[in-house]
Structures are given as C-alpha cells and as structure tokens.
C-alpha cells in the first residue's frame, strides 16, 4: 500500500483545524511542535522531511500533549539528542511507552509498517525487549478500554481512507 503523507496532512487537518487550531506540516529539518505564535494563527505539529513515519510518531507525541503541554513549544518536554548514556536511553525509553503505543496503533490503522525507535543511533543502543513490551502491553490495554479521543478520531479516519481491518490484539506483535 502507498502512503502519501500529503493524504495524512489533509486526514489530520480534517479532522482536528477546526476543533484544536492544529495542522499537520512536512518540515525540512528536524521535527518540533509549535503553538500558534505571531508567524501562524495555528498550533503546527512538523514532521520530518515528508516521512509518513515521522508524520505518525509527531502526531502521536501531540495525542499524548495536554491542553497546557500544547501550548509549549514542543510540549515544553525535555529531549537529549542521539548519542544518550544508557541512563538517559531508559528514561527516554520510559517516556515514549505511550507515544510509541499511539502511533503503533496509527500505523496499523494506517496499514503502515511500525517501527519501534530508540532514537539513539550512535550508541548503537536500539529499543530494548522491556521497552517493546510495554509498548505492546500500553496498546493491548488501549484496545481493551478503549483509544483517548483524539487517536480513537485518527485511528477511525485512517481505517476509512486506507479500508483498513479492525484493530485487534493479533495484529500487534513484536
């Protein structure tokens, strides 16, 4: 299946212009939530050079985002570029548990590949067995209770652009 990030643009902007004041943009460099601000009347989740994964894994950090953290430019949450000690890769780790949960569930709504990221590349430290476990365990208890408003919203305009099947538990495993 293709995936034009241009359709996840104009599904998100559906979705959520009206309701949150929030678009999608591609950016060129390095992705960043941004309020609105004097440069834009609109808050703007930037993702990545065009790629639909990184579109996905912004989207999901902006699901996760209160109404006081979406008001910070990128949610006023701390961030260590690649290159993180083991410690700081487990609380990274700690804190991307639900984010990456989210967007797991966005891709498989999107019938798009969903890959774990550890974010952490010359390390050479990639995503632990512990942290994919909680992720998987974060998303069945998801399908259990039920999606947070904004990703149940998202989930359900994907399934229907890409006619995806149900979310189920066996379509989630490491």
Not at 37 to 57: K, Q
Not at 61 to 80: L, P, S, T
Request: hydrophobic residues 35%; negative net charge.
């Amino acid at each position: 299946m293709q995936h034009d990030y241009h359709e996840l643009i104009e599904l998100f902007n559906q979705q959520f212009l009206i309701p949150f004041n929030t678009v999608l943009v591609a950016g060129d460099d390095e992705p960043i939530y941004l309020p609105a601000d004097d440069t834009s009347p609109h808050n703007r989740v930037i993702f990545a050079h065009g790629f639909y994964s990184s579109a996905l894994h912004e989207i999901a950090h902006w699901c996760v985002a209160g109404e006081e953290r979406r008001k910070q430019v990128d949610f006023g949450y701390w961030y260590k570029p690649d290159g993180r000690t083991e410690l700081e890769q487990e609380e990274f780790e700690r804190v991307e548990v639900r984010p990456q949960a989210f967007e797991w569930l966005l891709a498989e709504a999107a019938g798009h590949r969903f890959h774990f990221s550890a974010d952490n590349l010359s390390s050479g430290l990639g995503a632990s067995d512990t942290f994919k476990q909680k992720v998987r365990n974060t998303v069945l208890e998801l399908l259990e209770k039920g999606f947070p408003l904004r990703v149940g919203q998202l989930v359900e305009a994907l399934q229907r652009h890409y006619q995806t099947p149900p979310l189920t538990p066996d379509r989630f495993s490491i």
